[in-house]
Nanobody, 115 residues
Framework: QVQLVESGGASVQAGGSLTLSCAAS????????MGWYRQAPGKQRDLVGG???????YYADSVRGRFTISRDNAKNTVYLQMNSLKPEDTAVYYC?????????WGQGTLVAVSS
């Protein structure tokens, strides 16, 4: 059994930075592919970015150039570095991956950006 746990959410002012973490615990697991998603109040869950098989990174247009995804395989952890935060980045952020055919979601971590 593998679980994903996000952390690092906080309240920040516009222009600030935060780093979110997504840690995998449980059985032997490796973040070969994964995605960061976010869901603002009253809106659908949107893809922020992720890691493709082969190790390349991709980002939504709304965050490209401001957000950076990185991975620490030794710690089974993926990070989302968020810079130049805007009020529209306010959302609950989730990480997503697969363990075999089992889809995994974390519980989410709240990022609130004030103007």
């Amino acid at each position: 059994q593998v679980q994903l746990v996000e952390s690092g959410g906080a309240s920040v002012q516009a222009g600030g930075s935060l780093t979110l973490s997504c840690a995998a615990s449980g059985s032997i697991f490796r973040f070969d592919t994964m995605g960061w998603y976010r869901q603002a109040p009253g809106k659908q869950r949107d893809l922020v970015g992720g890691i493709l098989e082969g190790g390349s990174f991709y980002y939504a247009d709304s965050v490209r150039g401001r957000f950076t995804i990185s991975r620490d395989n030794a710690k089974n952890t993926v990070y989302l570095q968020m810079n130049s935060l805007k009020p529209e980045d306010t959302a609950v952020y989730y990480c997503n991956s697969y363990y075999g055919f089992q889809e995994l979601w974390g519980q989410g971590t709240l990022v609130a950006v004030s103007s």
